[in-house]
């Protein structure tokens, strides 16, 4: 016999987490329906997070304000942004102490067989960042793993496109594990990422300096 509809409901609200079965669904939910103590804090919880969290209107990152207080601190670098998939991303880097520049938070990564392509992704905004001419080199931070890879790819492209001279895209050292996360990566591991990070050829006139991109014409 099925489940009353609003326990089916809250299963199925369960489900469209990322890595969430059926069985784990039904885990959480029954999990929550044991203790109304912790029913009511998740339903506050949830309804807070959509009332009070946004997108940080300059680097998608999720906050409270327009700007999240990365953006908002003059003493980062503005002209160096470290493209990242998740917040979590963000907050991997920030407790190694190794990046002082911005960020920029795509909310995910390019997987088409979990239904995450590329209109999902933040790209346009960052296209954007750049175009204005404040920053003078976008790091891909993703993960080195596939998906990470693909989005790599993906923003590569996409700053290919943009009008921008002078501009160098560097990707982390292949000293990150292959297949790792972020969010797991001891300090160190970072900090031998950011300082080795390389250069990532582009085709037409990204690298070119603006004197002789101006020369080579469109």
């Keep these: 016999m099925a489940y009353p509809a609003p326990v089916e409901a809250l299963i199925e609200a369960f489900r469209r987490l990322p890595g969430v079965g059926r ?5 959480h939910t029954f999990h929550a329906l044991r203790d109304p ?7 506050r919880a949830l309804v807070r997070a959509r009332g009070e969290a946004r997108r940080c209107e300059e680097c998608g990152n999720i906050c409270e304000a327009a700007r999240c207080a990365l953006c908002a601190d003059p003493e980062r670098d503005a002209g160096v942004v470290a493209v990242v998939e998740e917040p979590r991303h963000v907050e991997a880097l920030e407790r190694a ?3 002082r520049g ?3 938070v795509l909310m995910g990564a390019l997987n088409p067989g979990e239904g995450i392509d590329e209109r999902l992704l933040d ?4 296209v954007a960042r750049v175009a204005d001419g404040a920053v003078r080199e976008v790091i891909l931070a993703t993960d080195p ?7 790599a790819a993906l923003v590569l492209e996409a700053l290919e496109r943009a009008p921008v001279a002078g501009l160098v895209v560097t990707r982390l050292a292949r000293g990150l594990p292959a297949g790792s996360a972020l ?5 160190g591991v970072l900090e031998d990422a950011l ?3 390389r250069e990532v050829k582009l085709r037409g006139r990204l690298n070119l300096p603006p004197d002789r991109a101006d020369a080579t014409g469109p």
């Design 23 to 27: 069985v784990t669904a039904e885990r």
């Design 37 to 43: 103590e912790v029913l009511d804090e998740l339903a």
């Design 97 to 99: 102490g190794v990046f």
């Design 102 to 104: 911005r960020y920029h």
């Design 123 to 126: 790209v346009a905004r960052l």
């Design 145 to 151: 793993d596939k998906e990470g890879e693909a989005t």
């Design 183 to 187: 969010e797991y990566l001891h300090r």
């Design 195 to 197: 300082e080795g990070r």
